[in-house]
């Protein structure tokens, strides 16, 4: 029973993305499509999505690092569905944070049973995640305590943080999130905000992937969850 999950599908081959989008639609399942990494970013930042079947051989970004991507900005499990077939490549997938990794040419009730399985753990882990306790920030030594465990953070995390903290839990706009650590003339884009949220939630939440301090809104920026 798919309980109307959404699955981003990222797949450049249009026939497949079909056949995947039919075979997910007669399932039960809705679907949303991306056929490159910055598409699938797009998608999960204006979608609520619950799992996300990704290819590795994308047009613009290597889909290693749209999984690292993407687990700065959602907790939707990722199922790998790649010609990359080596012992290695499925290591790094995993090592990376993916869920599964499925090898093409593959069979399709073999990828909903794993899609299902992918689902099932994420949803016992949202269930188990324990609740919030109370965020100690240090500015001048970098240090965040939490749950009695201290962190040090970089100079770019840390100023992430703060910038959240002094909202007193409102959302703060990703552009001036990227104004304020990055300066108003830079070029960076969402995508090092992102990845830098990802590696603070790293070292702060107890779960990375099911995220209780801080929080992302989609389509909007981010706010720090302070107890």
């Known amino acids: ?41 797009e998608q999960l930042s204006t979608h609520k999505v619950d799992a996300i079947l990704l290819d ?47 090898a093409k040419p593959f069979d399709a009730g073999e990828l909903l049973a794993r899609l299902r399985v992918a689902l099932r753990l994420s949803r016992r882990g949202e269930n188990a995640a324990a609740p919030a306790g109370k965020l100690q920030i240090d500015v001048e030594t970098r240090r965040v305590i939490v749950e009695g465990r201290a962190v040090r953070l970089s100079r770019k995390e840390m100023e992430l943080v703060r910038i959240l903290a002094a909202a007193n839990g409102a959302v703060v706009p990703q552009e001036s999130l990227v104004e304020q650590i990055w300066g108003p003339t830079t070029e960076t884009d969402h995508m090092n905000l992102r990845v830098l949220t990802w590696q603070v939630r790293r070292k702060i939440e107890p779960n990375a992937a099911v995220p209780q301090y801080l929080i992302a809104e989609a389509g909007e920026g981010y706010r720090l969850k302070l107890e």
Do not use: F
């Open 56 to 102: 590795l051989g994308l047009p613009d970004i290597d889909g290693k690092d749209v999984i690292r991507q993407a687990h700065a900005i959602s907790a939707a499990p990722v199922v790998v569905i790649s010609a990359r077939g080596s012992e290695r490549e499925k290591i790094a997938a995993l090592d990376m944070g993916a869920n599964d990794y499925v």
């Open 1 to 41: 029973m798919s309980e109307q999950n959404t699955i981003l599908i990222v797949e450049d081959d249009e026939q497949l993305q079909r056949m995947l989008q039919s075979v997910l639609s007669q399932s039960g399942y809705q679907v949303v499509g991306a056929k490159s990494g910055a598409g699938a970013l």
